[in-house]
């Protein structure tokens, strides 16, 4: 079935350890966004991506790094992890601009 | 810079009346787009109503219309007959409708629990 998958749907790891999540769409959609959800924060924007090749930053990109050599997909790795990036992550996507973003289920991501 | 603000952390209502949760938004852009999206405890976010700027007429989704009033940039969105599976939280959300690739900019949310 057509639509946007996240990987893994839970993950915990070590603070300093590199860890990646994966995003996958299938409505070959040119945009793409990372998103985090925290208590007391809603979701914020981490980087975003226009088309393959181009990404930018969103409100919350620090330690954050992101790459989209494919259309369909969009990973988020955090290199160096720490407790402060405890959180839950959404993939999305969309067409246009003026066109809703559809999101993933979202990765649980715990840093101990 | 965009701004939500949803005054409302949470809201009991009782089953079959209708709801309004309320969100402002500030922004200086001329052309944007206003979100709502719910979130059941299962986490997804799902979406369920847009309005644009430009638009003329309230956006209506079945059982969910937007109350959108662009001089007091605010855009409420009303639930009519509520039902227990309307409990969940509920996210407003703005993007500048030009300039393509912009993230949404959400508001902090509204947990509404319907009772029997």
């Known amino acids: 079935d057509a639509g946007i998958t996240q990987s893994p749907r839970y993950k915990i790891t070590e603070t300093g350890r590199q860890v990646t999540l994966m995003c996958h769409q299938t409505?070959?959609?040119?945009?793409m966004f990372w998103y985090r959800q925290d208590l007391g924060h809603g979701l914020r924007l981490i980087y975003y991506s226009a088309a393959a090749d181009i990404t930018d930053k969103g409100e919350v990109p620090d330690g954050y790094v992101v790459s989209r050599s494919k259309t369909e997909n969009f990973p988020l790795t955090l290199e160096s992890a720490t407790r402060s990036q405890t959180s839950v992550y959404f993939c999305?996507?969309?067409?246009?601009?003026?066109?809703?973003?559809?999101f993933g289920d979202g990765t649980r991501l715990s840093i101990l | 810079a965009q701004k939500i603000t949803q005054t409302q952390p949470g809201m009991f209502v009782q089953e079959k009346e209708a709801v309004t949760l309320d969100c402002t938004y500030d922004?200086?852009?001329?052309?944007?787009?206003l979100f709502w999206y719910k979130q059941p405890s299962s986490g997804e976010m799902i979406f369920l109503i847009y309005q644009g700027s430009y638009d003329q007429q309230n956006a209506t989704e079945g059982r969910y219309s937007l109350n959108f009033q662009k001089a007091r940039k605010s855009a409420n969105l009303v639930i009519s007959a509520s039902q227990l599976g309307d409990s969940a939280m509920y996210f407003c959300?703005?993007?500048?409708?030009?300039?393509?690739?912009?993230?949404?900019?959400f508001g902090k949310g509204t947990h509404l629990i319907i009772q029997p």
């Open positions: 409505w070959s959609h040119s945009y």
């Open positions: 999305a996507s969309s067409d246009l601009a003026n066109q809703p973003q559809h």
């Open positions: 959300a703005m993007r500048r409708s030009g300039g393509g690739a912009d993230g949404l900019t």
């Open positions: 922004t200086s852009d001329p052309s944007y787009g």
